[in-house]
């Protein structure tokens, strides 16, 4: 079978310039959320160090409750006792937020099953057993990279044609894909792999066709012709020491030491980052790979325009039959890349696409959502509904020359224990002396900051607060710390800034990407400006390409000084977030040594409760570095046409999942 390459030509322009110019003057009205203002109580104290007091939370957070913490502010004291005022604040939770809590399995010895109980199915009740096309555009799908063995990036079209070994089924259990079973000791891993599973050409997907997958992309990449391993590679070699084909259907892998987050590093959980692909096709290297690129998955590539447009049909003999994963109900998927927000919902409600990803928020707020009353389900009340990922990323501030100081003491060439290179940072010329070394202007530019009135504002409710480095009902999560962001106090900012020297203001440069699938970065980045401005301080931000703004955390450069917005993808356990506070991260972020050994006896404990532990005393030290301040989760909407009848899919998600189980109208 050869891809067909094709040309952009599915827009209708007449179409969309209409619709657009709708959207637009849609997009200018401005709107408040719903949410009461925080009440503030004050009364006088005498207080020598920060004290906090906390009122106990249920485990879950509901909607719309609130959980209440009295925070002293910290006041720095040297033999005198300084008079402060106590504010007791009643935080506010983001709508739809709950936290569900996140177990790390160890061992899983059956099969868990995804119930799609209440959801229409295909052949029953009036629905059609099949139907012809659905059409989604989005936003972004990632890397455009077929080859799985060749992944230069993050992608999200594998799942679709490739296998991956386990995965979220739509309520969130790992369930089983092209494994059954697994089970995890501190030596290693043992996969029971489905019988039934097969590639597309007919060969078996067995034990022996993950061990090649495994091999190829951690070593033998240029036995077969390759000029650059996977992004996957690196992550292959650090978890695995040595693999043994069992039988037909068994692989035991032995790994370096205990490797208690090897199910979200390669395993399928959560963030989707390794997959696997027929062997017989991928050893014949990239060239040939290309021209026949059949897989595992329920999808075989028909069309192929790289960044643009893939037409995916229904492989109706696949081999899975679980209810969360087998033949979809329609025979082919086409799938759009739509940048621009207006374009991509003028398709939508047009209906030239059935399922848009990424509605913009300010017109997200006024669609019919399937939470008001199933979630998922087309609540038959309208042309247009949606549903919403919820936590699916977030975004930081981080002031990165204290750490570029600490670094650049070190000499080059060290490695970790892990036996990766060390990045070193040489400290930049003329920046010696600059504002944000001072704990205190950090402190005070976070303090600037209101974050419950971006949320409210241009953020439409859609964002939501956020006082942690990890990300809401992840495994390591704490409630209290998660729905407890820094307070707005512009007063204590000003005092701040005079206290170190800066009464008058200073100018700072800071930096952002767009990042596809992460709303609101541009809105936050123009109220930080006007908050700051109000405490004198000047910011001139660099907006960079994506690609280009990750890499500057790379290669040695952690060159966005003097503050940058850091953001990425929900991770289901915070283990996998921990390794970013090492100096030899691709995507750094602040650290010190103590930190960095925290996060290697982390990796090397299979004890939960310890691990919870251990995620809590990271986040503690890198909070009080007063280096990276957490400023808001991200949701992220879908929109659906009424030919949509259903979509099953997890709450909490970095990227859309489970296309293959959406039910549409003939």
């Not at 992944?151 to 999200?156: E, I």
Request: glycine residues 8%.
């Amino acid at each position: 079978m050869e891809v067909l390459l094709m040309g952009n030509h599915w827009l209708s322009p007449k179409i969309l310039i209409y619709v657009s110019l709708l959207l637009l003057l849609s997009l200018a009205v401005a709107c408040g959320g719903t949410s009461a203002e925080p009440q503030i109580i004050e009364r006088e104290v005498i207080v020598e160090k920060e004290v906090i007091k906390e009122v106990p939370v249920e485990k879950q957070v509901i909607v719309r409750e609130e959980v209440i913490r009295e925070i002293i502010k910290e006041v720095p004291v040297e033999k005198e006792v300084i008079r402060e005022v106590i504010r007791e604040v009643i935080k506010e939770v983001p709508v739809e937020i709950v936290v569900e809590r996140m177990i790390v399995p160890t061992a899983q010895p059956i099969v868990k099953a995804g119930s799609l109980a209440g959801f229409p199915k295909a052949g029953e009740n009036g629905v059609p057993k099949s139907v012809g096309k659905l059409t989604m555009a989005t936003d972004s799908w990632g890397g455009s990279d077929l080859n799985p063995w060749q992944l230069s990036g993050t992608t999200f079209l594998q799942d679709l044609f490739n296998l991956s070994i386990m995965r979220q089924a739509p309520n969130g259990d790992i369930a089983a894909y092209w494994a059954e079973t697994f089970e995890q000791d501190e030596e290693g891993i043992t996969f029971k792999l489905n019988p039934k599973a097969k590639f597309q050409d007919g060969s078996p997907a067995d034990a022996q066709a993950l061990y090649d997958n495994f091999q190829a992309i951690g070593w033998d990449w240029k036995k077969y012709g390759y000029e650059n391993p996977s992004w996957t590679s690196g992550r292959t070699k650090t978890n695995i020491e040595s693999m043994e084909v069992i039988s037909p259907t068994e692989l035991r892998i032995t790994t370096k030491g205990p490797k208690p987050i090897f199910m979200w590093e390669l395993g399928g959980n959560g963030y989707h980052g390794w997959w696997a692909g027929n062997p017989a096709t991928l050893k014949k290297g990239q060239e040939e790979y290309l021209k026949d690129p059949l897989g595992g998955g329920p999808f075989s590539i028909a069309e192929w325009d790289p960044g643009t447009r893939i037409v995916l049909d229904r492989w109706d003999d696949f081999w899975a039959d679980y209810e969360w994963y087998h033949a979809p109900q329609y025979e082919q998927l086409e799938l759009l890349t739509v940048p621009d927000h207006a374009a991509r919902f003028a398709l939508l409600k047009s209906e030239q696409a059935d399922m848009v990803y990424n509605v913009p928020w300010p017109v997200a707020k006024g669609l019919v959502r399937s939470e008001d009353f199933k979630r998922g389900i087309n609540p038959e009340k309208g042309d247009l509904w949606t549903q919403t990922y919820l936590a699916n990323g977030m975004l930081v501030l981080d002031f990165n020359l204290a750490y570029r100081l600490r670094q650049s003491k070190y000499p080059e060439g060290r490695v970790d224990k892990g036996d990766v290179k060390i990045n070193y940072f040489a400290y930049p010329e003329g920046f010696e002396k600059d504002p944000t070394l001072d704990s205190r202007v950090r402190q005070a530019l976070s303090l600037a900051i209101d974050r419950r009135a971006i949320s409210k504002g241009p953020h439409f409710g859609m964002s939501f607060p956020i006082g942690s480095i990890w990300h809401a009902g992840s495994f390591g999560a704490r409630e209290e710390v998660v729905f407890n962001p820094s307070p707005y106090n512009p007063e204590r900012a000003k005092q701040l800034l005079a206290e170190a020297g800066y009464a008058d203001g200073f100018e700072i440069t800071g930096h952002f990407g767009q990042f596809a699938g992460r709303p609101g970065i541009p809105e936050a980045v123009d109220a930080i400006s006007s908050y700051w401005q109000d405490i004198g301080v000047k910011v001139t931000w660099e907006e960079h390409d994506p690609s280009d703004f990750v890499n500057g955390f790379r290669f040695n450069r952690l060159k966005w000084t003097q503050v940058s917005l850091r953001t990425w993808g929900r991770q289901d356990n915070s283990g996998r977030e921990a390794v970013l506070y090492r100096p030899s991260s691709g995507y750094t972020g602040v650290t010190t040594p103590d930190i960095v050994d925290l996060t290697f006896v982390l990796q090397r404990t299979t004890d939960v409760e310890e691990q919870e532990r251990l995620l809590a005393e990271i986040e503690d030290r890198v909070l009080a570095l007063n280096e990276t301040f957490p400023l808001y989760g991200m949701t992220l909407v879908m929109g659906y046409t009424d030919r949509v009848l259903a979509h099953p899919t997890v709450k909490f998600s970095p990227h859309f999942k489970h296309l293959d189980l959406i039910t549409l109208r003939d």
